[in-house]
């Protein structure tokens, strides 16, 4: 009963002066960063894309600088809102598709990162992942504990990276 009064307080309230409303997607990747809007529809109406450079400190690695990908997605989504002449309250959803296993590591104090993010194609963790495919299991060793497999492409080696 309660869930459904609150539904209905957020579904009565005026969304926007725009017909309908608009949608958004987000699309945070290696090489850009991207906001699309969509009428209700479906249908794209307005988008806004930002190239993004990947920093190579050694062969090998390679990050990115987590704030510039943070600004590059604000000024996307600044800049479709801008083209359809609307806000964020005028914006019904949002869906997200991002680099996902891509690590940043963030200070709980400062909210800051600690690092570079680490770009999931990097290698810099290749010896401690051939290390651990060593003995029984093999490659598979945490595979029934998490269901992966032991490689450099997911963010645990990275996050043993970070702690050193």
């Not at 600690?114 to 651990?132: G, K, Y």
Request: charged share 20%.
């Amino acid at each position: 009963m309660l869930a459904a009064r609150s539904l209905a307080r957020r579904t009565a309230r005026p969304l926007s002066s725009k017909a309908g409303g608009f949608l958004a997607s987000i699309d945070q990747g290696t090489s850009s960063s991207r906001v699309i809007l969509y009428d209700t529809n479906l249908k794209p109406l307005y988008s806004h894309q930002v190239c993004l450079e990947t920093i190579t400190p050694h062969a090998g690695w390679t990050q990115m600088d987590p704030m510039v990908i943070l600004s590059t997605v604000e000024t996307c989504a600044a800049a479709v809102l801008q083209k359809a002449g609307a806000t964020a309250r005028d914006v019904l959803g949002i869906g997200i598709t991002n680099q996902r296993e891509t690590t940043v590591v963030w200070d709980k104090e400062t909210g800051k990162p600690l690092h570079n993010a680490v770009v999931w194609l990097d290698l810099r963790t290749s010896e401690l992942c051939e290390s651990l495919t060593k003995g029984p299991g093999g490659q598979d060793k945490f595979r029934s504990v998490c269901g992966l497999p032991i490689s450099t492409y997911f963010s645990v080696s990275l996050v043993f990276w970070y702690i050193g």
